[in-house]
Antibody, heavy 119, light 108 residues
Framework: EVQLLESGGGLEQPGGSLRLSCVAS????????LTWVRQAPGRGLEWVST???????LYADSIQGRFTISRDNSQSTLYLQMNSLRSEDTAVYYC?????????????WGQGTLVTVSS | EIVLTQSPGTLSLSPGERATLSCRPS???????LNWYQHKPGQAPRLLIS???SRATGIPDRFSGGESETGFTLTISRLEPEDFAVYYC?????????FGQGTKVEIK
């Protein structure tokens, strides 16, 4: 069974840092791109960042230069290092697996971890 | 950036009724690379449809995806109580990945 389990969220002050983790199981971790998607309170889904199997990374403009996505294939874990946090980064952060055998899609998602940025 | 516009914002229906949701891309270039996701509060989003019309594993056949003159549609033929949720269309064929703003299907 494919599982994605996020952790690391919490309350942080503006300007602070947090590192989110997403532990994957039930599939060959090295064979899939992985993505972070967030949902701010009362808002819809927003793509944040993607890391491909070869390590190539993509970032949304809103977090470029502040967040860093990475993966540890030996631990089947995805990370999101979040620096210079802003109030607008407050959201539930989901990790998702990307599958591209036919049409690219996010076929499995975690339950999410809540990040609150507030003084 | 491909902007996806979903309509309506909210759909108020009763169990057993048919729901039709729309998703219109800002540029008509994504071909069939359009996915639909279901999201319930406190839960992980769930993939329903990929490639505009292919149901994901385990998705009941009351869910169907298609194309229209203006874009894409998600149809739920007969609403079950567990289908009341927010539905998002999404595309990843062009970077950045984008999602529509969502359609909430609520109980009337």
């Amino acid at each position: 069974e494919v599982q994605l389990l996020e952790s690391g969220g919490g309350l942080e002050q503006p300007g602070g840092s947090l590192r989110l983790s997403c532990v994957a199981s039930g599939f060959s971790f090295t064979s899939y791109a992985l993505t972070w998607v967030r949902q701010a309170p009362g808002r819809g889904l927003e793509w944040v960042s993607t890391i491909h199997t070869g390590g190539d990374t993509l970032y949304a403009d809103s977090i470029q230069g502040r967040f860093t996505i990475s993966r540890d294939n030996s631990q089947s874990t995805l990370y999101l290092q979040m620096n210079s946090l802003r109030s607008e980064d407050t959201a539930v952060y989901y990790c998702a697996r990307g599958t591209s055998d036919t049409y690219y899609r996010f076929d499995y998602w975690g339950q999410g971890t809540l990040v609150t940025v507030s003084s | 950036e491909i902007v996806l516009t979903q309509s309506p914002g909210t759909l108020s229906l009763s169990p057993g009724e048919r729901a039709t949701l729309s998703c219109r891309p800002s540029h008509n270039v994504i071909n069939k690379y359009l996915n639909w996701y279901q999201h319930k509060p406190g839960q992980a989003p769930r993939l329903l449809i990929s490639g505009a019309s292919s149901r994901a594993t385990g998705i009941p056949d009351r869910f169907s995806g298609g194309e229209s003159e203006t874009g894409f549609t998600l149809t739920i033929s007969r609403l079950e109580p567990e289908d009341f949720a927010v539905y998002y269309c999404g595309q990843s064929v062009f970077s950045p990945t984008t999602f529509g703003q969502g359609t909430k299907v609520e109980i009337k």
